[in-house]
C-alpha cells in the first residue's frame, strides 16, 4: 500500500531567492507604462478638439464626472502649469500625488525584499466612494462652478 503521508526520499531543493532587480521589475513596468500615457497626453493636446473622446455622461446628460477633465489637467501637470491642473481637475491632481506616493511605498518595500501591503478595510473604501460622490457632485451644483474643467 502506497503511503502518502510518507516523506519524499529525495528533497526539492529550494527556490531562488528574487533578486532586486526581478522584485523591482513589475513596479518599474507600471512606472514605464504610466510614464507612457504621460508623454502621450503631454504630445496630444487635450485642449484641442478631435484628439480624444468626449466623456459619454457629459455628452449625453451635461453632468461632470469625477473624471471630466482629467485629461487637460494631466496636460497641464506635465507642463508644469498646477494651477490649470487644479482647475481643469482637482481631485485628478491629488491621484497623481497619491500614486507617486504608493508607488515610491511600493518600490522601497520591494527594493528591501517585503511584499506590497495596500490594506483598504470598507471605512477606507466608503470614505473614498464619499470623496467622489461630495466632489462629483459639488462640481455640478451652482457654486460648484469652480471645480468645472
Known amino acids: 500500500m502506497l503511503d502518502v503521508n510518507a516523506e519524499s526520499p529525495l528533497p526539492t531543493p529550494a527556490a531562488p531567492a528574487p533578486t532586486v532587480v526581478s522584485r523591482l521589475a513589475v513596479p518599474a513596468g507600471l512606472l ?52 490649470a491642473a487644479l482647475q481643469d481637475n482637482a481631485l485628478a491632481v491629488v491621484g497623481y500625488l497619491g500614486f507617486a506616493v504608493l508607488w515610491t511605498v511600493w518600490v522601497v518595500r520591494a527594493a528591501r ?21 461630495v466632489f462629483t457632485v459639488v462640481r455640478n451644483l451652482p457654486f460648484g462652478g469652480w471645480l468645472h474643467p
Request: aromatic share 12%; proline share 11%.
Open 113 to 133: 525584499g517585503r511584499p506590497p501591503r495596500l490594506e483598504l478595510g470598507p471605512v477606507h473604501l466608503w470614505t473614498l466612494g464619499t470623496l467622489l460622490l
Open 32 to 83: 514605464a507604462a504610466v510614464a507612457g500615457a504621460f508623454a502621450y497626453v503631454g504630445t496630444v493636446d487635450p485642449n484641442q478638439p478631435g484628439h480624444y473622446p468626449v466623456c459619454p455622461l457629459y455628452r449625453f446628460t451635461g453632468v461632470y464626472c469625477p473624471g471630466c477633465g482629467g485629461l487637460r489637467s494631466a496636460y497641464s501637470f506635465i507642463h508644469g502649469d498646477i494651477l
